[in-house]
């Protein structure tokens, strides 16, 4: 971990487990470097600046490619990516080989992990805690929707959240309860209430 005086004059990004606490970017890969349009006036006086999207994110791809080859080469690690599928959407299909393409150009290991249709909650849940738990795993994303129909099953015991949820028929799998278990700090979609709400701090301040 970097000194508080270093940390606070530094660029730096927080990447989770078995990378390290503190990775510190480069200063062409700072986000304050990128190109983010052309400043127009309105009629009211004020300036607006027009964003170039696709350039933008054609840039952003170049920039963290070029991180993580750094970080490669700095200290042999990148991150990975896993994608949690259950049933045989074609919508979904189509996401993740976007999401595919895009890891794959930018040099991000991303592996897609199914389930069936017919999966129960509990066995979402117990595979989502197995990516939790591995530290080679440094984000995820379930895919959504999830399938919305009746399951057997529902509590994991690792958590008493979900300890003591009743298990009927009647029961589908409850989107809520599988992103509030992902780990905060792996959770890539930001759905998760601690994200959330940090995202709401943010935004207030502007």
């Not at 984000?139 to 919305?148: D, E, F, K, R």
Request: aromatic share 4%; glycine share 6%; net charge negative.
């Amino acid at each position: 971990m970097l000194p508080q005086k270093q940390r606070e004059n530094t660029s730096c990004t927080f990447l989770g487990p078995n990378l390290p606490d503190v990775w510190v970017l480069s200063e062409n890969t700072s986000p304050h470097t990128l190109t983010t349009g052309s400043s127009q006036s309105v009629d009211d006086g004020h300036s607006a600046t027009i964003l170039e999207g696709t350039s933008i994110a054609t840039e952003i791809k170049l920039k963290v490619a070029e991180e993580i080859s750094r970080m490669k080469s700095e200290i042999g690690k990148f991150p990975k990516l896993v994608m949690v599928l259950v049933g045989d959407r074609r919508d979904s299909h189509r996401l993740i080989d976007v999401k595919l393409e895009a890891c794959e150009k930018v040099g991000i290991e991303i592996v897609v992990s199914k389930l069936p249709e017919n999966c129960t909650q509990k066995e979402l849940l117990d595979v989502v805690s197995s990516f939790n738990d591995d530290k080679d795993v440094h984000g995820i994303v379930v895919q959504l929707p999830l399938p919305q129909r009746n399951v057997q099953g529902g509590c994991h015991d690792s958590d008493t959240k979900f300890r003591n949820m009743a298990s009927t028929d009647e029961e589908h799998i409850d989107e809520e309860i599988i992103m509030n278990f992902v780990s905060p700090e792996k959770d890539v979609d930001g759905f998760h209430p601690l994200n959330i709400g940090n995202l709401a701090i943010i935004v207030s301040r502007y």
